[in-house]
């Protein structure tokens, strides 16, 4: 078990409850964000069911004060400590982003994925870095994916993943002399609660038929988990990292024993990434 200090924004459902399990699972304590204090409960005790502790901090990320103070009682809990930010929060308006129809067509409010997604990333790593500093270690990492170099839902989508992974580069050098790692995290399509209780028959064909593929999100805690803890740390720092070639890397399988598939072939990385697994 590894015991680490841990915050995942936007942890109330989707991915970022689900890699709160994950991580629990591995003996942290995990604070929790997001703005509905009932939901934020329901995860904590999901988090201590799994094996760790948790911690609800209600927060809107849409609100710079809310998360300083977020960050403040985060440090009023644990002397000081962070070990690993995840962030996580995001705007996500499921049905108009896969609508069809240029951006120009489809609500100007998809923009707001530019700010809960890249722009509070970088306010919560704003308020984490001074914590790592302080302890000369640590990891940051923003959740990314394929899009940020591949056409996947559309301009404000991609825009916010791009900038995800150019923002990384630029905090590590930074955080660099200071023994603070930084990465994005690229996991693979994500099997959330609501997508495993989602009725067979209410699916389309071909998601129906994807699904076997698709990664349980307590994967990426686990991945990220170890990922913290490689002595090659620093030299991964700075890079988009695609959440299935670490679980490779380090031998970590799925909750239900799948390797999770890397997409680098069919929807493109660039050749800063992370190279693939050798053997």
């Known amino acids: 078990m590894s015991e680490k200090i841990v915050l995942v924004t936007g942890a109330t459902r989707g991915l ?3 890699m709160a399990r994950g991580l629990a699972a591995r003996g942290n304590m995990v604070a929790v964000t997001g703005r509905d204090s009932a939901q934020l409960a329901e995860v904590v005790v999901e988090i201590e069911r799994a094996g ?3 911690l609800a901090l209600e927060c809107d990320h849409n609100d710079d004060g809310a998360v300083e103070r977020a960050f403040a009682q985060l440090a009023e809990r644990t002397d000081g400590k962070l070990d690993l930010l995840v962030n ?3 705007a996500v308006y ?3 982003l896969v609508a069809p129809g240029g951006f120009w067509e489809k609500p100007l409010k998809l923009a707001d994925m530019i700010t809960i997604g890249l722009r509070s990333s970088y306010v919560a790593a704003y308020y984490a870095a001074p914590m ?3 302890a000369g270690k640590g990891l940051i990492a ?5 899009g940020a170099v591949s056409y996947f839902h559309g301009a404000a989508y991609g825009a916010a993943k791009a900038g995800t992974d150019k923002m990384t580069a630029d905090m590590a050098v930074d955080l ?3 023994g603070v790692s930084v990465v994005s995290f690229w996991p693979g399509f994500i099997l959330t609660d609501a997508i495993r209780t989602m009725p067979p028959e209410m699916m389309p064909e071909e998601l129906r038929a994807s699904l076997p593929n698709w990664e349980t999100p307590e994967f990426s805690g686990l991945v990220l988990d170890r990922l913290a803890e490689d002595p090659d740390l620093a030299v991964l720092s700075g890079k988009a990292l695609i959440g299935a070639e670490l679980g490779e890397r380090y031998g970590i399988r799925d909750t239900d024993g799948k390797q999770p598939i890397s997409y680098r072939a069919m929807m493109g990385a660039p050749i800063s990434f992370m190279p693939p697994p050798q053997g």
């Open 132 to 134: 790592m500093v302080a």
């Open 52 to 54: 760790g502790k948790g």
């Open 176 to 178: 660099a002399p200071h």
């Open 142 to 146: 923003s959740i990314s994916f394929y």
């Open 88 to 90: 996580n929060a995001a």
């Open 16 to 18: 970022g409850r689900g």
């Open 94 to 96: 499921g049905p108009e």
